[in-house]
C-alpha cells in the first residue's frame, strides 16, 4: 500500500481516517477564494487565461503541486484552466475536501492570476 494522500491522523483502533474540512471551515476556505466552488467533495476553479501564458502556468502549477505533494485534476481547453481538487485515502473510493485541498487552491489561485488569468463565467 502506497503513502496516503491528503490529511490523515492516526485512529488508535483502524487505519488512518480522512480529515475532511467542516462546513464551517468549508465555508470560510470559499469566502478566502473568490470563484472557487465546492461540489461532490471536489474543490474547482475555471480560470479564463491567455493562450500564450497557459504552459507557464501549468509548469508553475506543477511545480507547487510536486512541492506540495498534491496534485490537482487540471483541465485544458483552449484558454479554459479548470483546477479541480480533492483527497482520498490510497485503495479507498473515499473522498473529501480538505486542508491540503484549500492550501493548493489558493497557491494555484495566486498563479493563475499571476498569468493573466481571471476566473471564467
Known amino acids: 500500500m502506497g503513502p496516503s494522500r491528503g490529511h490523515h491522523h492516526p485512529d488508535q483502533n483502524g487505519p488512518p481516517v480522512l480529515q475532511q474540512l467542516t462546513t464551517a471551515q468549508l465555508i470560510d476556505a470559499i469566502a478566502s477564494l473568490p470563484g472557487w466552488t465546492a461540489a461532490d467533495s471536489y474543490l474547482t476553479a475555471t480560470f479564463t487565461v491567455p493562450r500564450d501564458q497557459v504552459p ?41 475536501i480538505t486542508v491540503q485541498d484549500t492550501d493548493l487552491a489558493t497557491h494555484l489561485n495566486r498563479l493563475a492570476l499571476h498569468f493573466g488569468g481571471q476566473h471564467a463565467a
Open 56 to 96: 507557464a502556468l501549468l509548469a508553475a502549477a506543477a511545480a507547487v503541486e510536486d512541492e506540495a505533494g498534491h496534485h490537482a485534476l487540471t483541465v485544458v481547453l483552449g484558454e479554459r484552466v479548470a483546477f479541480s481538487l480533492h483527497t482520498t485515502e490510497d485503495d479507498s473510493t473515499a473522498s473529501a
